[in-house]
């Protein structure tokens, strides 16, 4: 017991910098009392390194040393079995079989299944093949790290075949490293230069950690592509990463730029029916294959945001991913063939029916059955693009004789970048538990994405990742939970995602109560808190969608060819997709589900805008009305997210410092960010419609002082764009840049006592300005605008959504009549802004 809580405490004293995610091995403080009941001895039944059988025997040996404290030995063996009760039996059913193991009483297994035998000191993991024996390995060591040594024996099979990451990486582009596309976590793990990287330890160790959680293939560029991923020097790297995958059973796939063979200057046309385009593809895939033997396959991006694709040659979808299901064919590759094809050029808001959300069905309309068997449709789960709620691509119901991979996004592109915390299966669930009544049969997405419901054998999950060369991976610790999530869910859809949580939040922290509980109920609640302060109703997250997709611009949705538009006007809001009298979006569903669309009285409030167009003053279901819910909705999130820190830390001392501080920085920027969205919003629709809040809240800040009202000097007035993203439109900049300019302000009408004293200000992406707070020239806090750095989020080189952002100074005791002063110094030419102060009395929000 002593040993035990000795080891407890040692564990908390070592900083963790997130960089071993979930797979930590950390002493168990009732480590000693278990050492009975553990194996001594690993036998594995394949003694090839690169086998990922010999990984998941090492794990096991390693994991039990590290867990427990206790020496467990590895031997190898392709024979003779020894009739050892304290061992772990690690090996493919078939190397069990032919060495003399019995495995009658054990299921038939699927491909990548496992079966994990566990009675006391003896254990049997078996796979149906190599990988699945590491799956096997990974979730016994999964059940000791959390304490769990109970009696067991089960067989689990995958619901999917394809589980497979996405990595949105460039060769070129960040420094000397490849730059990562919607990626929060510092660049390439792969990429730097222009090539494949020559250290690929941290590429291993993501196969590591993927493995555990059942992914079975990498896909390493961006769906974006480059012509020259298909050059020599780019594939031999390419083999250099497959070997470092391979032990982890990871297979490798990469994106393919449609127009290669004339880009790269070997062909002057890339017509897919083309015999000589045709040659030069089965030449390329050829050269792959030597190279990479269990090369996974290929991941398209065709005819959208102006790739080309088929269609520039008039030719279709399924004439266009056949080229290269036919190359990959004699290898047995995939062709991952993705639906976000969409014209975003001619998009006119000004026709009541065009609709982007239409575009996906009808582009695939009439291919259904013209694809070869190896190719994959991959469908965002929404018909947009990854928004905070979105309903289910109606595309899946349309693909029956054609296999079809759900694509979810674990980077928060649109979902706060990292910086917010939004735990996500609880949005993906929404999708894959959605029953599209095809026929009028149950119909649920994953039953259609696993090939059960159409009977197709390929299929599955596509996971887009973007993880960096970030110690945190995603530069997030908490954001972890989304990938470990992701690689659960696609090998048991059923799931409860509270569950997968408390399994991640043990194996990444500890199993204290209070440390479950805490980041259980924050990350429980954290998709809706983000949804309530961001856009409500179906109406889109409401972000910059032409910049940085991170802070908040309603306007940016309309007026452009996008396509992402509400439709917004002083009266009424959202988008008509109707048959009767709107896009006929909504007839793209099987009838069953098209008619509760069709109906404002059956559509669910959580998507009414997105399928109706409304005067703000329209009920919902739950009473109130469109624009009443509006504010209320930000203010309940927003409020919410100001529990975030506190209830953060109550897990002082119960987990590691660096983790405990690196994510107090994150949910207390998070806090502040928060206000900026909820203003924002508010502010738009209030300007626009009109309709005041009912609670009075709106456009009024008691507590505020707005920097543009104070004395200035060294400060100019400046007014900010998106105006609703400052307090009152306007802020206050430097007049030079090598100015420091001062705000200062008599307390005068304040009741002595202490006070919060936030600061809301700007921290652009183009410097470091530093600012001061005193209290009658008393210094009481001090800054400097580096969170662009540290925080990872898209940098915004201006004054607006993305850079606005908040710090707090708590517990101030103010005298009536104190004079508060900010001094802002600029770097470069980022000009110190600043927008208002609030002197908050405690417990007061605003
Ligand atoms: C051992 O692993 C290697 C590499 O994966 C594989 O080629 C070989 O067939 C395996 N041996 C047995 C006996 O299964
Ligand atoms: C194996 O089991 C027998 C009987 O149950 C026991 O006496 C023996 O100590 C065990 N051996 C090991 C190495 O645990
Ligand atoms: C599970 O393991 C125990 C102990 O080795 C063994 O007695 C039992 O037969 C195994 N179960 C099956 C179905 O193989
Ligand atoms: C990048 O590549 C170029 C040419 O391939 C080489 O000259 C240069 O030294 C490389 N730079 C770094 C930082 O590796
Ligand atoms: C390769 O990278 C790893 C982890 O990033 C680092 O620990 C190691 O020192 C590097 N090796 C070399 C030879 O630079
Ligand atoms: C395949 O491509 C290689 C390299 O570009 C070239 O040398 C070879 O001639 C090509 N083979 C055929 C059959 O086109
Ligand atoms: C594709 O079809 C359109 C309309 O029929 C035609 O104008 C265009 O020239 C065709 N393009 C090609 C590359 O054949
Ligand atoms: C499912 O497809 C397989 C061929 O892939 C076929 O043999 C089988 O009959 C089909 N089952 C049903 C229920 O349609
Ligand atoms: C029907 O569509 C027109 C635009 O064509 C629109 O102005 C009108 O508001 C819509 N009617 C209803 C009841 O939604
Ligand atoms: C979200 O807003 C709604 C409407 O005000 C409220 O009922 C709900 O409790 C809020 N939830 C969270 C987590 O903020
Ligand atoms: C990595 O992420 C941590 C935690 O958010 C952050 O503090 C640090 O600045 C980041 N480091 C790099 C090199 O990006
Ligand atoms: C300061 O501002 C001037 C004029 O805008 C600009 O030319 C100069 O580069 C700036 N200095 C720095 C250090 O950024």
Known sequence: MLLGILFGLVNLAVAETGLNGWLRYARLPSAETLHSELPVHVLVLNSTETSPVYTAGSEVAQGIGSIFGKKCSVGYSSGYIPPDNATVIVGTIKQYASSGGLINGIPELEADGFWLNISGSEVQI????????????????????????????????????????????????????????????????????????????RAAQYARLLASIGINAVVVNNVNANESMLTAPIMDGLKRIADVFRPYGVQLGISLYFASPQALGELDTFDPLDGAVIEWWHNRTDQIYKRIPDFAGYLVKANSEGQPGPLTYNRTLAEGANLFARALQPYGGVVMFRAFVYDSQNLNESYWKDDRANAAVQFFNGLDGQFEDNVVIQVKYGPIDFQVREPTSPLFAHLQQTSSAIELEITQEYLGQQCHLVYLPPLWKTVLDFDMRVDSQPSLVRGIVSGQRFNRTLGGYAGVANVGTNQTWLGSHLAMSNLYAFGRLAWNPRLDPASILQDWIRLTFNSDPTVLDTITSMSMESWPTYENYTGNLGI???????????????????????????RADANSIGMDRTVWNGTGFAGQYPPQVAVMYENISTTPDDLLLWFHHVPYTQHLQSGQTVIQHFYDAHYAGAANAQTFPSRWATLKSKIDDQRYEEVLFRLTYQAGHSIVWRDAINNFYFNLSNVPDQAGRVENHPYRIEAESMDLSGYTPYTVSPWNVASGGVAVVTTSNTTVGTASTTLSSITSGTYDVAVNYFDMAIGRSHWQVYLNDQLIGQWIGDSDLTLGHSPSNYIDGHSATRITFPGIQIQKGDVLKIAGTPDGIEPAPLDYISILPEGVVD
């Open 540 to 566: 889109q997250t409401l972000t910059d969608i032409l910049y940085a997709h991170y802070g908040p611009n309603p306007a940016s949705q309309d007026n452009n060819p996008w396509g992402q538009w509400t």
């Open 126 to 201: 078996l796979g149906q093949n190599e990988r699945g024996t590491l799956y096997g390995a990974f979730e016994y060591l999964s059940l000791l790290a959390q304490g769990n040594t109970s009696q067991i024996a089960y067989a689990s099979n995958p619901d999917a075949p394809i589980r497979w990451i996405n990595q949105w990486d460039n060769l070129q582009g960040g420094g000397t490293h490849g730059s990562v596309e919607r990626g929060y976590g510092g660049p390439s793990i792969f990429f730097e230069n222009g090539t494949v990287k020559s250290n690929l330890t």
